[in-house]
């Protein structure tokens, strides 16, 4: 705290005084925002993307999968998580989706390296 040189008798202000008198607020936990899927643009996939249910994120992944030309392979899926893999050649491209702790929205919690395989065409 300072007070004013000019005045050296001079009193401290209200906002030191409450201050002193260790009246702090809490510091507020601000909420992640994540990422989300937006069905009317092609995105990409990335880690933290959040999905409303189980459904939209399949729709996604098939989105992707399409979209990018690639071969993928669900190895699992139940009410806890999906976990992809793609098929191409020498591509170690993996994922892994599940719920945010047992809340309704889905998210990606990991993707391996990039696709290193070579994307098929129409």
């Known amino acids: 705290m300072y007070q004013d040189l000019d005045n050296i008798g001079s009193p401290k202000s209200n906002t030191e005084e409450e201050n002193d008198g260790k009246k702090q607020r ?8 994540y ?16 999905f409303r249910d189980k459904k939209q994120l399949k729709n996604a992944i098939e989105n992707y999968r399409i979209m ?9 899926s139940d009410k806890c ?5 793609c098929l191409g050649e020498g591509c ?4 892994w989706a599940s719920r945010m702790s047992n809340e ?19």
């Open 26 to 33: 809490k510091k507020r936990k601000r909420k992640i925002k």
């Open 35 to 50: 990422p989300r899927y937006y069905k009317t643009s092609f995105t990409d996939l990335i880690v933290g993307m959040t």
């Open 68 to 76: 990018g030309g690639y071969h993928l392979k669900m190895k699992k």
């Open 81 to 85: 998580g999906i976990q992809m893999c």
């Open 92 to 95: 170690k491209w993996r994922l």
């Open 104 to 122: 309704a929205p889905w998210q990606i919690r990991t993707m391996d390296a990039p696709h290193k395989c070579i994307p098929f065409s129409f």
